[in-house]
């Protein structure tokens, strides 16, 4: 090999980072014109069409206020989804979702039908990924209502005391704002769902929660820290007036969970008395679920390990919804998990005859079912 072949095959470091931030910077140009796009669209509708979104204004702000200031009335955008890009709704403060109905099937589930279950969920964009509401969440939670008596029924205790019913536990991996879990908790009876997430999420979690769920259907996790959440904090937004019912049909908790700690040391010591680590032991769940929790910001088997150290037994079932953006990332979550699993299905909106009971029809959000818990001998 000459020297001259050796310099021509050398990749310059420098080069590759400039060739990346030109890479950015074409995609935060795609960004504007998309949004730009968007905009144009929305005040088309607006003019046309009385359907669009209905933007309805919290207490104490008022029509030049910012766009992140209002309330994105969520029934409105299903009324006439024509777009489903990821940032579509940064910029609202809060997502306004009504009420949120139960059903067994995609075929007689009324979403006419009354009831009290309203939710009102706030998102934040300044923390990040977890703070804001996606498709898969809501498309996660709409389906779990929708089939709530096969899944319920495959996991359900036998041995519930006489006279009574026991409880079918759920978590909720990587909740964010709490948009699946709230929903899934708002719309099934007989369950209990912990939402959790990293410590910097729980504010906006907790708030969530408290927005919308009476305080007898509030439980403190005896493995969690506890919390006390003061609507006032969110000075003009406080949302109680929009929230007439915080009516649900299950429980809801809350602790904070880090899955280093999941699948860490587990005879690591610690003298924090609120540790996960020291008691996660004792967390399993019937039925685990996470919305678009598959990214390259976490680590993919590190969820797959979490995910088999929660679920209870044999008789667990897992959803994990997602909006596939790096097919490696997600055939190494898919892969990690089916050793785990027995049985390994994805669902996928796109497909002719699509499974997914929601009304959000975006085309690349798919929901991975895992069954049969893989127990080590």
């Known amino acids: 090999t000459t ?5 021509d095959s050398h990749v310059d470091p420098a080069d590759v980072m400039l060739q990346r931030g030109a890479f950015l910077r074409k995609l935060r140009d795609l960004e504007r014109e998309d949004e730009l796009a968007r905009q144009q669209e929305q005040e088309s509708d607006g003019a046309d069409d009385s359907g669009g979104n209905q933007l309805t204004l919290p207490q104490g702000v008022n029509d030049t206020s910012p766009v992140s200031d209002f ?32 059903g067994t099937t995609k075929k007689d589930h009324n979403f006419d039908a009354p009831s009290r279950n309203t939710l009102v969920v706030e998102q934040d964009k300044s923390l990040g990924k977890g703070g804001l509401c996606w498709d898969a969440a809501f498309c996660l ?47 099934c009876a007989g369950i209990c769902v912990s939402l959790t997430d990293l410590p910097s999420l729980m504010p906006i979690l907790n708030r969530n929660i408290c927005r919308n769920f009476q305080k007898n259907k509030i439980v403190l996790h005896k493995n969690g820290p506890t919390f006390e959440t003061k609507l006032a904090t969110d000075k003009e937004y406080t949302l109680q007036s929009l929230v007439h019912e915080k009516s649900s049909n299950g429980n809801v ?27 996660i032991a004792e967390l399993s769940f019937d039925v685990v679920i ?16 979490t995910i088999h150290q929660v679920a209870k037994d044999e008789r667990s079932v897992v959803y994990i919804s997602f909006k596939e ?53």
């Open 290 to 305: 996470g919305a678009d929790v598959v990214a390259t910001l976490y680590d993919p088997v590190a969820l797959a390990k």
């Open 71 to 102: 309330i994105l009335d969520y029934n409105s955008y299903l009324s006439h989804q024509t777009f489903y890009d990821d940032l579509k709704h940064v910029d609202y403060k809060f997502i306004d979702y009504g009420e949120i109905q139960n």
């Open 141 to 187: 939670g709409e389906h779990l209502v929708a089939t709530q008596n096969e899944w319920i029924s495959l996991v359900a205790k036998k041995d519930a005391p006489e006279g009574g019913e026991s409880m079918v536990s759920v978590i909720e991996l990587g909740s964010g704002t709490g948009l699946c879990g709230l929903m899934v908790a708002k719309g």
């Open 253 to 279: 908790s809350s602790f904070s969970l880090d899955w280093d700690d999941v699948v860490g040391d587990a005879s690591a010591s610690s003298t924090d008395e609120h540790s996960v680590t020291d008691t």
């Open 3 to 7: 020297v001259d072949e050796d310099e």
């Open 325 to 377: 953006r790096l097919s490696s990332i997600h055939r190494s979550f898919e892969q990690a998990l089916g050793e785990l699993f027995d049985s390994i299905e994805i669902i996928l909106a796109s497909s002719q005859n699509s499974e997914i009971h929601s009304r959000n029809r975006n085309p690349d959000v798919g929901i991975l079912i895992a069954r049969g818990k893989k127990i080590k001998g």
